[in-house]
């Protein structure tokens, strides 16, 4: 496996992979890498001749007062499961190759950031629309892989690549999750093990609560005894649980086409999201 971390020697790279015509699909993440990106890469490898991965912890996603310092950095071990998981490059960019002290240009998507993340993150995904936006331009992908673990920055994703005609096709790919249904996350490091016993309530949470609208409970019914299971699990604060549609991610009342639950809630000190399938029987 490559490493490039200047903007040129990524593009020689590529240029080089994609010399006998072959494709390339774009795996993008913030490193501390665990087998849901790994899953990625998998799919990834799938679709196209060659897969570039990208370690970049943006510093434009993160709000004031979250993460972005204390976020795990393990490049080292990043790169040895990349490089097992059939990887031919990583791009890991200085963060001044990313954002030179004078960059003054950002994307905002509208719609699909409406709401959920967007109203608990404010700026969140201007920074994802914007660093992914440099990614696409950086390597030029023939696809890009993204989780539907983080489903709403998905839709944001999808929507952007239309709405700006970028040539890549946009791959979503199912949540890995733990034994107990927990979503595997880099941020599940912060978890105490008493928290992270107490985490499954989740996953827990949103799939009876998806079972419940399925079987015909009203949807604000479900969601209030979602949120009390929550809290009874000891979540310090929930910022939403709601039912989305899946495609538009427009609010939902009543389950008539597919639909998603989605959910942010805070354990201790650690923000998790979650998000589930809802579709009428
Ligand atoms: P991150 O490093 O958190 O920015 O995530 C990089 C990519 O991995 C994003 O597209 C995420 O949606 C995806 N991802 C994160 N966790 C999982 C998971 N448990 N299953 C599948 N994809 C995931």
Redesign the pocket.
């Known amino acids: 496996m490559q490493l490039a971390r200047r903007l040129m020697a990524v593009r020689a790279a590529v240029r080089e992979l994609r010399a006998d015509g072959s494709t390339i699909a774009l795996?993008?993440?913030?490193?501390?890498?665990?087998?849901?990106?790994l899953?990625?890469v998998a799919r990834a490898r799938e679709v196209a001749d060659h897969v570039v991965a990208s370690?970049f912890v943006n510093p434009t996603q993160f709000g004031e007062g979250e993460d972005f310092d204390s976020y795990p950095r393990t490049e080292e071990a990043d790169r040895a499961k990349l490089e097992r998981a059939g990887c031919a490059l990583l791009w890991a960019p200085m963060p001044e190759e990313v954002y030179p002290a004078d960059h003054a240009t950002s994307i905002r998507v509208g719609g699909v950031t409406e709401g959920l993340c967007g109203d608990s993150r404010p700026g969140h995904f201007d920074g994802v629309a914007t660093v992914v936006a440099k990614l696409f331009n950086q390597i030029l992908p023939d696809y890009a892989?993204?989780?539907?673990?983080?489903y709403q920055?998905?839709a944001v994703i999808r929507r952007m690549a239309r709405d700006l005609d970028f040539q890549v096709g946009i791959i979503g790919?199912?949540?890995?999750?733990e034994a107990d249904g927990l979503?595997?996350?880099?941020?599940n490091a912060y978890l105490s093990e008493d928290e992270r016993a107490r985490a499954v309530a989740l996953p827990d949470a949103l799939g009876e609560t998806a079972a419940a609208i399925v079987g015909g409970a009203p949807v604000a019914d479900a969601i209030i005894a979602a949120k009390a299971k929550l809290f009874e699990a000891g979540f310090a604060t929930v910022d939403y649980i709601e039912l989305r549609d899946a495609e538009t991610l427009a609010p939902v009342g009543t389950l008539e086409r597919p639909a998603r639950l989605l959910a942010a809630a805070r354990i201790g000190k650690t923000r998790l999201i979650d998000n589930i399938a809802v579709e009428p029987g």
């Open positions: 795996v993008p993440t913030m490193g501390a890498l665990h087998a849901g990106h899953s990625l370690i892989l993204f989780g539907e673990k983080d920055q998905l790919v199912p949540t890995v999750r979503a595997l996350s880099s941020r």
